[in-house]
């Protein structure tokens, strides 16, 4: 995973830590005129679809006894938002999670065999499905397992699938929480995982944005339209501030494991080699400007700070 952005999410109201006032201050005069510039998308257009909070901070045990989250939670694998990491540390420490990257019920061997090495293990599902194993479930070994044994699923798959797993869940609803990360700095990861450098001298600057996103369409607005199902927003970097708002809803497992981590980036990413951080405000605002037409990034923009956002202090 690329290390955490220089940049903060523009909307995020999360308390910052010590270290980043001085991001901040290098950043404030972009923040002003990003809020400026959202303030008025959200003026006009905005319209919830995901208000409705079905979760509130219920005690996990009452009398001893585990208490079921009120709803079953997705986790929207977005590219490079940490979503391995995620799904990894959170199959090792708590129960009943169901993820594309790895399951809670065989976690524990998966990373004794795994041991930091990825590509070569040789379990029984990578016997049967060459490219994938037990750290990288195929969606037809994920479908024939079911959700119905699951708080918590993460997919990397087309924004379909979730209609049908709220069927599948029923009568509990289904919450999506879809990963934000500052904007300029996830597109420049994408670009990196698909060895690419972003063209700051593109005169299609367009061109240049769209050639970088990655899956950008396992986030859809129509996911909100569901009845059972709300969609809500996180900053997933660092993972700890979310693995912890997890910990109030999951069930820790009997024998936990330390997470193994696997790299997934093709090459590491080298931000000084990135042209976007030496170029003026007005530049990265005409990226952001471009960005903001694509939907996924308008809905982090408008959930971020919101009531929707799982990580936001809230007054
Ligand atoms: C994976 O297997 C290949 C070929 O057997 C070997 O060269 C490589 O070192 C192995 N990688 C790890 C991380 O064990
Ligand atoms: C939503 O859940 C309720 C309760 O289980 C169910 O009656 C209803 O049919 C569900 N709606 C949809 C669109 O699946
Ligand atoms: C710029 O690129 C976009 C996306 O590839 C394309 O739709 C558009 O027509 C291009 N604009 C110009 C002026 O070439």
């Given at each position: 995973m690329g290390a955490a952005a220089a940049v903060r999410h523009p909307?995020?109201?999360?308390?910052?830590?010590?270290g980043e006032f001085i991001a901040i201050t290098i950043f404030s005069s972009l923040l002003?005129?990003?809020?400026?510039y959202v303030s008025s998308w959200t003026n006009n257009t905005f319209a919830s679809s995901s208000s409705s909070a079905l979760v509130s901070h219920v005690p996990r045990m009452e009398g001893g006894n585990f208490v079921y989250p009120p709803v079953v939670f997705g986790h929207v694998h977005m590219t490079k938002t940490a979503g391995s990491e995620i799904?990894?540390?959170?199959s090792q420490r708590f129960d009943r999670v169901c993820g594309h990257k790895g399951y809670s019920y065989d976690a524990h061997s998966v990373s004794e065999r795994t041991g930091g090495g990825y590509e070569n293990i040789?379990?029984?599902?990578?016997?049967?499905?060459?490219?994938f194993h037990r750290a990288r479930v195929p969606l037809s070994v994920m479908n024939e397992i079911g959700y119905h044994d699951c708080d918590w699923v993460s997919h990397e798959a087309p924004k379909h699938l979730w209609n049908e797993l709220a069927d599948q869940i029923r009568p509990w609803p289904l919450e999506l929480h879809v990963p934000c990360r500052e904007p300029i700095g996830h597109l420049m990861s994408q670009c990196n995982h698909l060895n690419r450098n972003f063209q700051c001298k593109d005169a299609n600057l367009t061109k240049a944005v769209r050639s970088c996103l990655l899956d950008i369409g396992r986030y859809s607005d129509s996911m909100g339209l569901h009845e059972n199902i709300t969609v809500k927003c996180f900053d997933p970097?660092?993972?700890?501030?979310?693995?912890?708002y997890m910990s109030h809803y999951l069930q820790p497992r009997r024998i936990a494991a330390p997470y193994v981590h696997i790299e997934s980036n093709p090459r590491p990413r080298d931000k000084t080699k990135e042209c976007i951080w030496n170029r003026p405000d007005s530049f990265k605002q005409e990226v952001l400007n471009i960005m903001m037409k694509i939907p996924y990034y308008r809905f982090c923009s408008r959930c971020m700070g919101s009531n929707d956002d799982l990580l936001a202090i809230k007054p």
């Open positions: 909307l995020l109201s999360r308390r910052p830590r010590p002003i005129t990003y809020f400026a799904n990894g540390v959170l040789t379990d029984s599902i990578a016997k049967s499905h060459p490219g970097i660092p993972i700890e501030n979310y693995v912890k």
